[in-house]
C-alpha cells in the first residue's frame, strides 16, 4: 500500500474511459434512438476540483455520446475525444502535445479496449466492476464500481497525498 500511496505524490494528469468508468455502462435508448447515460453526482464534484486545483484532467472514449462530452465541458474538462478508436495513439498524443511525462498520468479504465493504454500509464486503475484482464494490470481496484464513486474515490485519495482536499477551491462549485 506504501508504494500505492507513493505513485499518488506524482500524479499531475487523470485520464478516464467514459462508459464503465464515469458512468456505469448503462445506455438507455429512446423510442427515437436518442441515447443518455447516468453520471455520478460525487464523481463531477471530484472532477471539476481536480480542474480547479490545477490538474490535467481528460476523458478518452470509443462513444460519440454528445450528452457525455457536455456534461464533461460543464465540469471544465476541456480534453475530452469521443469517437476514438485507438486510444494508446490518443493518449500518446496528449501527452506530447501537453509536454506530460506518462510516470505522473493516472488512467482509469475498465474493459478490454483501455488494455494498451493503462500499460502506458504511470498509475493505471480502475472500478470494482472492471473485467478480470483489466484488473491483473491495476496497481489499483477501487471498492466502487463504474459510475457510483470510482473517479471520486481515486481522485480524492491523490489530492489528499497531495494537501489539496480541502483546498480553497473545494468549498465551490
Known amino acids: 500500500m ?13 485520464i478516464f474511459d467514459v462508459d464503465g468508468v464515469l458512468t456505469d455502462g448503462s445506455v438507455f435508448v429512446t423510442d427515437s434512438g436518442e441515447q443518455s447515460r447516468a453520471f455520478n453526482i460525487k ?3 471530484a472532477l471539476q476540483l481536480a480542474v480547479k486545483c490545477g490538474y490535467n484532467v481528460c476523458a478518452i472514449s470509443g462513444s460519440r455520446s454528445k450528452s457525455a462530452i457536455y ?15 485507438t486510444k494508446s ?6 501527452l506530447e502535445e501537453k509536454a506530460i511525462i506518462a510516470t505522473n498520468v493516472l488512467y482509469m479504465g475498465d474493459d478490454i479496449p483501455d488494455l494498451e493504454v ?11 466492476d472492471a473485467v478480470e484482464e483489466i484488473k491483473a494490470v491495476s496497481t489499483y481496484v477501487s471498492p466502487y464500481g463504474g459510475g457510483k464513486g470510482c473517479a471520486r474515490d481515486i481522485i480524492e485519495k491523490v489530492l489528499k497525498v497531495q494537501d489539496k482536499w480541502m483546498s480553497e477551491q473545494a468549498y465551490s462549485w
Open 2 to 14: 506504501e508504494s500505492f500511496l507513493h505513485k499518488l505524490k506524482d500524479i499531475t494528469t487523470f
Open 43 to 45: 464523481d463531477g464534484y
Open 71 to 85: 456534461r464533461l465541458n460543464s465540469l471544465g474538462i476541456q480534453d475530452v475525444y469521443m469517437g476514438t478508436h
Open 89 to 94: 495513439q490518443r493518449f500518446k498524443i496528449y
Open 118 to 128: 493503462m500499460k502506458l500509464a504511470g498509475l493505471p486503475v480502475c472500478p470494482a
